[in-house]
């Protein structure tokens, strides 16, 4: 029977495993382009437009999203059982107690946001404080804790400059081949050869940023099972949060704030009707399964 230790652990090795092949796509892409193009600067300003916009995206995002989702911060004194909650969570957890706001939502959903531990947030909606009791409320908070503690919102940027690196070489090389653009290799390098290279390429260059963001979506699933273990294991009682996620999964609530680009930091997809998935759509879903969570965390053991 899985623990919350090894569950933890499992998907920590997954996710490293799913980054590392990340990376060795990027680099062998890199590569391939440079060869066929014969030329560096494009790939130089690829990359550094890619890692500046994440750069900014790193420090404004948290900002962007609370925004976006119409959070209004709440204090101790507006909510003083939720603030002792995730109080009480953060010093078992060693964590700072971030900031806490409210979406006037009547879908039961919550998300952490913010560059580190020390600059987080935690975002939950009226749905979430009305339809849960306390060890199911315990359990969604510890879950978003363990977001933070994890740093998963700085994996999450990294993760995007790699998207955005590979989306952005793979779109100047199509340009490039197609308008004729660039240093062609010399005709020794030229014929048939080159030529299946050059088709070679332009595959890779379509099919890479698919790839790249079916990576994304694997390591963000990953690290909500992380997540899960991890959350368990702080309030040391799986159940509260399998509880939870089951509430949130049968809720048939919209959450109109909610958006493509923000439905990934929520603890369950936001977009109601789209639980039940063939393996096509699990596999561009941002969030595991709602059963196989729950399924996951009560066979966890101490």
């Known amino acids: 029977m899985a623990t919350l230790y090894t569950q933890a652990e499992s998907n920590t090795r997954k996710t490293f495993l799913l980054i590392f092949v990340f990376v060795i796509i ?3 892409l890199g590569q391939l382009f440079s060869y066929l193009l014969n030329d560096n600067i494009f790939l130089i300003f690829a990359v550094a437009l890619a890692v500046v916009q994440s750069f900014a995206s ?3 995002s948290d900002k962007i999203v609370l925004a976006m989702s119409h959070a209004k911060e709440v204090s101790h004194q507006g909510n003083e059982e939720l603030y002792h909650i995730v109080e009480n969570l ?8 971030p900031k ?4 006037n939502e009547a879908q039961p959903n919550a998300f952490a946001t913010g560059r580190d531990k020390n600059h987080a947030v935690v975002v939950v909606t009226d749905g979430l404080l009305q339809k849960l009791n306390k060890t199911e409320l315990e359990g969604v908070i510890a879950h978003e804790l363990s977001h933070v503690g994890n740093r998963d919102i700085l994996l999450g940027t990294a993760i995007v400059v790699l998207v955005g690196i590979i989306a952005l070489l793979s779109n100047f090389f199509l340009r490039i081949s197609f308008l004729g653009g660039g240093r062609r290799r ?3 390098d030229s014929g048939q050869i080159g030529a299946i290279l050059m088709v070679l390429g332009i595959v890779a260059a379509i099919l890479a940023p698919i790839m790249a963001k079916l990576i994304q979506l694997a390591i963000s699933r990953k690290r909500e099972f992380l997540a899960d273990a991890d959350g368990a294991l702080l309030t040391r009682y799986p159940e509260g949060l399998a ?3 089951e509430k949130i999964a049968q809720d048939q609530n919209s959450l109109n704030v909610a958006s493509n680009s923000t ?3 929520y603890i369950a997809n936001p977009f109601r009707g789209k639980e039940n998935q063939n393996w096509i759509t699990k ?5 595991p399964p709602a059963e196989e969570r729950i399924k996951i965390l009560r066979q966890m053991s101490f």
């Open 26 to 28: 990027m680099i062998a």
């Open 58 to 60: 790193y420090w404004y």
């Open 243 to 245: 509880s939870a996620l």
């Open 283 to 287: 596999l561009f879903s941002t969030h």
């Open 263 to 265: 439905a990934h930091l």
């Open 186 to 188: 010399s005709s020794k």
């Open 100 to 103: 806490i706001y409210i979406i």
């Open 90 to 97: 953060c010093i078992a957890a060693g964590l700072p107690t």
